[in-house]
């Protein structure tokens, strides 16, 4: 069954950098394939809601940002692949949270949670002071 895995998360101190990666395992997701699906990232700090951080249509002509994160993380993906990533640079103690990747096939609301159709299992990021 395919599903998608998030890797990358970790330790770092407020300033540093993290890149996040978000892989396809299996060949498609009920017989659509990567490529089909827009990519996004959320995460969820302790107590709060998942937040749109960014996302990525279907073949990278498009990509969307937070304004809390806009100009620090950029989000791509490799098709052949089949991988999203979140790079992350100067990051501060308000970035700690869990990181979630989702894909969406319709591709419209990407900043609307419940649009996607598939998550990881999340990678948990913790920035300190």
């Known amino acids: 069954q395919a599903k998608l895995e998030e890797s990358g998360g970790g330790l770092v101190q407020a300033g540093g950098s993290l890149t996040l990666s978000c892989v396809l395992s299996g060949y498609t997701f009920g017989g659509r394939a990567f490529a089909d699906y827009a990519m996004g990232w959320f995460r969820q700090a302790p107590g709060k809601d998942l937040e749109f951080v960014a996302a990525i249509d279907w073949n990278s002509r498009a990509t969307y940002y937070s304004d809390s994160v806009k100009g620090r993380f950029t989000i791509s993906r490799d098709n052949v692949k089949k991988t999203s990533y979140l790079q992350m640079i100067n990051l501060k103690p308000q970035d700690t949270a869990v990181y979630y990747c989702?894909?969406?096939?319709?591709?419209?609301?990407?900043?609307?949670?419940?649009?996607?159709?598939?998550w990881g299992q999340g990678t948990q990021v913790t920035v300190s002071s």
């Open positions: 989702g894909a969406d096939y319709q591709g419209t609301k990407l900043f609307i949670k419940s649009s996607y159709d598939y």
